[in-house]
């Protein structure tokens, strides 16, 4: 007997057909929800799965990007022969990369611009991420290089050469600029090997030296140094301390290297002409390992060759500057509130330089990024 049946006869049965009636409904009803129910549940524990996975492949293609800016493209210097490190999507092989998996492709390559595209897979959800690059050039072709921000502001002159640096930075549009400004979050200064110029000192001078008039020589100083006013120094002054300028009008025909501070502030006529040692070879003019070089308000300045920094730079307040090299700075350096400012690029005095092993090499190379895209 069929339910239809069941009900007609219980209607017709009175009272207590009527009851059987609405029991047989109750369970009609009852159990049309449990089928709506059980498919509303299994409909969003599905769409909430299919939306894990998904977010997951984004950040395997995320994490799979970062892999291809930094141990495929970071330093190099000729995108056209690239080859990716993965077949096509969903060829074998590919990279794995918990929970998923992706593959790397390279379009559009020319010597200096490429697209990476990375596509992921997280079970059965894809996404993908593309990326264009750009060469920015190498430590040869910057006047200056900040692994910080970058300022000058409040300040007239001239900055001849390309700037880079991986923060912030503000130029005042008083400043001519005759290169190109690029901000690259991925920019590593050159590293130098400090145990080079410790090795170049032929003496040791043991406690705090302190120079007035004429020094000659190649020393390595134990402790702190001071530079008196009129003094000229040639050679190679290590100081394992820091550097003072005491007075006005000093030369340096050489380079001076200082595991502290250097400290050259409200002096005038200070010259830093660093020395070459063989056609192919230039020593720098300062190099400090430690933690600032203050040129404030050190008017007159003459500085010709590579100045390298760990810690931050200031040349604030410095009218008269008159520079010509590179500046590479692994902090900040500011250039504000300055008078006839000059810097001018010059690959003389970035060429060779002792103990920097990666000239040209793996971090000079600079990428600029730009178009990311998510799909």
Same mark, same amino acid.
């Given at each position: !007997?069929?339910?239809?049946?069941?009900?007609? #006869?219980?209607?017709?049965?009175?009272e207590?057909?009527?009851?059987?009636? =609405?029991v047989?409904?109750?369970?009609?009803?009852?159990? =049309?929800?449990?089928?709506?129910?059980?498919?509303?549940?299994? &409909?969003?524990?599905?769409?909430?799965?299919?939306?894990?996975?998904?977010?997951?492949?984004?950040?395997?293609a995320e994490?799979?990007?970062?892999?291809?800016?930094?141990?495929?493209?970071?330093?190099?210097?000729?995108?056209?022969n690239?080859?990716?490190?993965?077949?096509?999507?969903? %060829?074998?092989?590919?990279?794995?990369?918990?929970?998923?998996?992706?593959?790397?492709?390279?379009?559009?390559?020319?010597?200096?611009?490429?697209?990476?595209?990375?596509?992921?897979?997280?079970?059965?959800?894809?996404?993908a991420?593309?990326?264009?690059?750009t060469?920015? %050039? &190498?430590?040869?072709?910057?006047v200056? !290089?900040?692994?910080?921000?970058?300022?000058?502001?409040?300040?007239?002159?001239?900055?001849?050469?390309?700037?880079?640096?991986?923060?912030?930075?503000?130029?005042?549009?008083?400043?001519? !600029?005759?290169?190109?400004?690029?901000?690259?979050?991925?920019?590593?200064?050159?590293?130098?090997? !400090?145990?080079v110029y410790?090795?170049? /000192?032929?003496?040791?001078?043991?406690?705090?030296?302190?120079?007035? %008039?004429?020094? #000659?020589?190649? #020393?390595?100083? /134990?402790?702190?140094?001071n530079?008196?006013?009129?003094?000229?120094?040639?050679?190679?002054l290590?100081?394992?301390?820091?550097?003072?300028?005491?007075g006005?009008?000093?030369?340096?025909?050489?380079?001076i290297?200082?595991?502290?501070?250097?400290?050259?502030?409200?002096? /005038?006529?200070?010259?830093?002409?660093?020395?070459?040692?063989?056609? *192919?070879?230039?020593?720098?003019?300062?190099v400090?390992?430690?933690?600032?070089?203050?040129?404030?308000? =050190?008017? *007159?300045?003459?500085?010709?060759?590579?100045?390298?920094?760990?810690?931050?730079?200031?040349l *604030?307040?410095?009218?008269n500057?008159?520079?010509?090299?590179?500046?590479?700075?692994?902090?900040?350096?500011?250039?504000?509130t300055?008078?006839?400012?000059?810097?001018?690029?010059?690959?003389?005095?970035?060429t060779?330089?002792p103990?920097?092993t990666?000239?040209?090499?793996?971090? #000079?190379?600079?990428?600029?990024?730009?178009?990311?895209?998510?799909y």
């Amino acid at each position: !007997m069929t339910i239809l049946k069941k009900i007609f #006869t219980a209607f017709m049965q009175g009272e207590e057909g009527m009851a059987l009636v =609405a029991v047989i409904m109750g369970m009609l009803i009852l159990s =049309a929800i449990g089928v709506t129910m059980t498919h509303f549940v299994s &409909s969003n524990a599905a769409s909430a799965s299919d939306d894990l996975q998904s977010s997951q492949a984004f950040y395997v293609a995320e994490g799979g990007m970062q892999y291809v800016l930094m141990n495929q493209l970071n330093g190099d210097s000729d995108y056209s022969n690239n080859v990716s490190p993965t077949a096509a999507p969903f %060829g074998a092989p590919s990279i794995s990369l918990n929970p998923g998996q992706f593959w790397v492709e390279y379009l559009n390559e020319t010597s200096t611009s490429m697209t990476a595209r990375v596509t992921a897979r997280v079970g059965n959800a894809t996404r993908a991420v593309q990326q264009a690059v750009t060469l920015g %050039g &190498s430590g040869f072709k910057y006047v200056t !290089m900040a692994k910080g921000n970058l300022s000058i502001t409040n300040t007239t002159g001239t900055v001849s050469g390309d700037v880079v640096m991986s923060g912030n930075y503000s130029i005042a549009p008083t400043v001519t !600029m005759l290169g190109n400004v690029t901000s690259n979050p991925n920019l590593t200064i050159p590293p130098l090997d !400090m145990s080079v110029y410790r090795n170049m /000192t032929t003496s040791t001078y043991t406690g705090t030296m302190t120079i007035s %008039g004429n020094y #000659t020589g190649n #020393t390595y100083i /134990t402790k702190n140094l001071n530079i008196n006013a009129g003094s000229t120094i040639n050679g190679v002054l290590y100081v394992h301390g820091n550097v003072a300028f005491n007075g006005n009008n000093i030369v340096v025909n050489g380079t001076i290297v200082t595991d502290g501070n250097l400290n050259c502030a409200n002096r /005038t006529g200070l010259q830093f002409i660093s020395q070459p040692i063989d056609a *192919n070879h230039q020593m720098p003019a300062i190099v400090v390992d430690g933690n600032v070089g203050d040129f404030t308000n =050190a008017d *007159n300045m003459k500085v010709r060759g590579l100045v390298w920094s760990t810690g931050n730079l200031s040349l *604030n307040n410095t009218d008269n500057l008159d520079y010509v090299g590179s500046f590479m700075v692994d902090g900040n350096a500011s250039f504000d509130t300055m008078t006839n400012f000059k810097l001018s690029f010059n690959s003389t005095y970035v060429t060779g330089v002792p103990g920097m092993t990666d000239l040209g090499g793996s971090n #000079t190379a600079s990428m600029v990024l730009s178009g990311w895209q998510s799909y």
